[in-house]
Every structure is written in C-alpha cells, then in structure tokens.
C-alpha cells in the first residue's frame, strides 16, 4: 500500500474575484486558474478559456464580458440590478 504525503496533495484553485462595468452597472464573478486554463462563475453563466499568460485577471475580465454579452442578448441584463 502506498501512502500519500500530504504536502504532496494537489492543491485546490483559489478563488479570486472579477468585476466589470455594463452600461453604468457592475457585474462580478469569481474565477481560478488551474493548469493553463482560466476559469470564470458568475449567476449569469460560465466561461472557460486556456492562458498561460502572466495576468488571469484581464482574461477573467474579458470572459466575465462575454458572458454578460450572451446573457444581455438572452434579455436577462434588462432591467437588473447588479
């Protein structure tokens, strides 16, 4: 049997935060990178992209942008508070 070392368990993403502005409304979402991949959650939908670039969070930001264009065109942005 073999036994695992526990500094050698694969670590669970972190979570970050990520807003953007939407005609004069703020809109957040949460998002993680893991393995090249960037990861976006938001109550509007979910998006997923691979970057290995240095900075997830202007990636996050255009995926959360994306998703709130799909979601506006889907009637769900109107007349919503954010």
Avoid at 13 to 25: A, I, M
Avoid at 31 to 51: D, K, M
Avoid at 55 to 82: C, D, T, V
């Amino acid at each position: 049997m073999q036994r695992r070392n526990p500094a050698m368990r694969k670590k669970q993403p972190q979570k970050s935060k990520v807003s953007v502005d939407v005609e004069g409304k703020r809109y957040s979402a949460s998002y993680f990178v893991r393995s090249g991949t960037v990861n976006v959650e938001s109550e509007y939908g979910s998006a997923t992209t691979h970057w290995e670039g240095p900075k997830a969070e202007f990636m996050a930001r255009q995926l959360l942008r994306e998703i709130l264009h799909e979601a506006k065109s889907r009637g769900e942005l109107r007349n919503q508070e954010p």
